[in-house]
């Protein structure tokens, strides 16, 4: 992952395969920044990720659906930008900055999902670094 360091957000490390696993992703992310820059929709930069997967060979759900209950009704469905190994939710997202409902939005998929770690990737960024958030629950 060159020589960009990740903060982990919250919770605790996980394992070493969720672990390469993020990275593998987050070395994806860092092409794709590399090569469209910023600027682009979101929708641009989650074909770019699903290509640059796809090359990586990674396995990956694009826009998983993710049923939401509430006192064991279903209300609906959620998406999930990307699904990864079914183990990492990676959510992209082309803006000025991340602004906690990004954060919430990722840790109530957790809540539906109970998928331990995720990857809030914003790519309208001069330094890729500087839109990647951790989440680890």
């Known amino acids: 992952m060159n020589d960009e360091q990740i903060d982990l957000e919250d919770g605790i ?3 070493e395969a969720l672990n390469a696993i993020s990275y593998t992703i987050i070395g994806a992310a ?3 920044h590399r090569v469209l820059g910023q600027g682009y929709s979101e929708l ?17 759900v694009a826009q998983a659906s993710v049923g ?9 469905e959620g998406k ?13 997202k082309a803006v000025d900055e991340l602004s906690p ?3 919430a939005q990722v840790i109530s998929y957790f809540k539906a999902t109970r998928i331990k770690l995720k990857l809030l990737i914003n790519f309208n960024v ?12």
């Open 44 to 60: 641009i930069y989650q074909k770019a990720m699903e290509v640059e997967l796809r090359l990586r060979q990674v396995g990956f």
């Open 126 to 137: 001069r330094k890729l670094k500087d839109g990647i958030k951790r989440i680890a629950l």
């Open 13 to 15: 490390e996980p394992g």
């Open 68 to 76: 939401v209950m509430y006192k064991g009704e279903h209300l609906g």
């Open 101 to 103: 409902i990004h954060k």
């Open 80 to 92: 999930l930008d990307l699904l990864v190994q079914d183990q990492v939710i990676v959510e992209l």
């Open 30 to 32: 860092v092409e794709v």
